[in-house]
């Protein structure tokens, strides 16, 4: 065996014929011998390739108190229209909630560790299931899990946000915090760049009237208050949707979805989903995209859906429909399909987030 010729071969000889290869072809390759699996998965590799390639997937998240015998993530490929699951054993947790991704790390609250001294609590964990590395970040108490959003922007910045208060992680050993003093609870906020962005209900009890805050971590950090952000021109662009929800577009750019409002009366029903995309430079909006006809007939049915996705690609869930919506603008128009074989059981109400998959190699 040994007096193959490709075991003969130098190892970064190696490393430049594979990181020729896309990502996909590379994960299919460590599978294929021992060899491989050595020069594929080794520190040098991983780093040679960290920044070429990528898979642009959609994750989904468990659901709520959901332990799983073999945890792993479930992910979509939207290019080869097929699901995938990557592993996710290699952490010492009992009870995993990945919630998040950036630059192909994935984020999860990580509880009832067998080892207590790793993690009395809940835990913030940062890891790459391609690599199977990870690292737990400065201790959290256990509210912050059940209550705030992770938001993630780049591999050294997080942050945690509730109503009252934030947590800001940029790399260091420990986590900063201050107030949020937002006006209520802020509805599917995100992270671009250095500025958060949330929706917030300034209406009353019987009416909701939505609006959209944002605010810099530097002016956070001082505990100074949040901008709303609105201009004469946009004239009722908050009032059209109903339940709107914010998801980071590409660039600088944000989405706002909702269902579209057929008037402007209390209860009134929804024609469609409808897809608001705005310009965070020059501040104007446009319509990126409804849902057909026949699509949203299917979600007409259910009370309540989901939004989650970035990007190019937004997903749809709602109750009994058994399926995903997929809104996809990759191609520089909107196209809209199904994604059936949906993994796991439960009521179809699916939550997720982005995960571009690459062999970024995780830091100490």
Not at 165 to 191: D, T, V
Not at 276 to 292: I, K, Q, T
Request: aromatic letters at 10%; proline letters at 6%.
């Amino acid at each position: 065996m040994d007096a193959t010729p490709i075991y003969r071969l130098p190892q970064d000889t190696l490393h430049q014929i594979f990181s020729g290869l896309p990502l996909r072809q590379i994960m299919i390759c460590r599978s294929v011998c021992k060899l491989f699996n050595q020069v594929l998965t080794s520190p040098c590799f991983i780093d040679l390739i960290s920044t070429r390639s990528s898979l642009h997937l959609v994750a989904l998240r468990p659901p709520h108190r959901h332990v799983a015998s073999h945890p792993g993530l479930h992910v979509f490929d939207p290019d080869q229209n097929q699901w995938l699951r990557f592993n996710l054993d290699f952490l010492p947790f009992m009870s995993l909630h990945p919630v998040a991704s950036s630059l192909g790390l994935v984020y999860l609250w990580g509880g009832d560790s067998p080892d207590s001294s790793l993690a009395p609590n809940k835990s913030l964990v940062v890891c790459n299931p391609l690599t199977r590395q990870f690292r737990v970040l400065p201790q959290l108490g256990s509210a912050w899990s059940r209550h705030g959003s992770v938001l993630v922007d780049s591999a050294s910045r997080v942050m945690v946000l509730t109503e009252l208060a934030a947590l800001y992680f940029s790399g260091s050993n420990q986590w900063f915090s201050f107030s949020s003093n937002l006006p209520s609870k802020p509805r599917s906020p995100i992270l671009v760049s250095d500025s958060v962005y949330a929706l917030c209900d300034v209406g009353s009890p019987w009416r909701s009237q939505w609006k959209l805050f944002s605010c810099t971590v530097a002016k956070m950090k001082n505990s100074q208050t949040w901008n709303r952000l609105e201009r004469h021109e946009w004239g009722d662009v908050f009032d059209i949707l109903k339940r709107p929800r914010l998801v980071r577009g590409n660039g600088n750019r944000i989405l706002m979805v909702g269902g579209l409002k057929s008037s402007f009366s209390l209860n009134s029903s929804c024609s469609t989903i409808l897809i608001l995309r705005l310009d965070l430079d020059s501040l104007e909006w446009d319509e990126a995209g409804r849902m057909p006809v026949d699509m949203f007939r299917c979600f007409q049915e259910s009370s309540k859906f989901k939004v989650f996705g970035g990007g190019d690609r937004v997903c749809f869930s709602a109750k009994r429909v058994g399926r995903l919506a997929l809104w996809d603008y990759c191609s520089g128009k909107g196209e809209w399909r199904w994604i059936d074989g949906v993994p796991g059981s439960g009521d179809g109400l699916c939550r997720g987030f982005v995960f571009e998959a690459r062999l970024t190699a995780l830091l100490p």
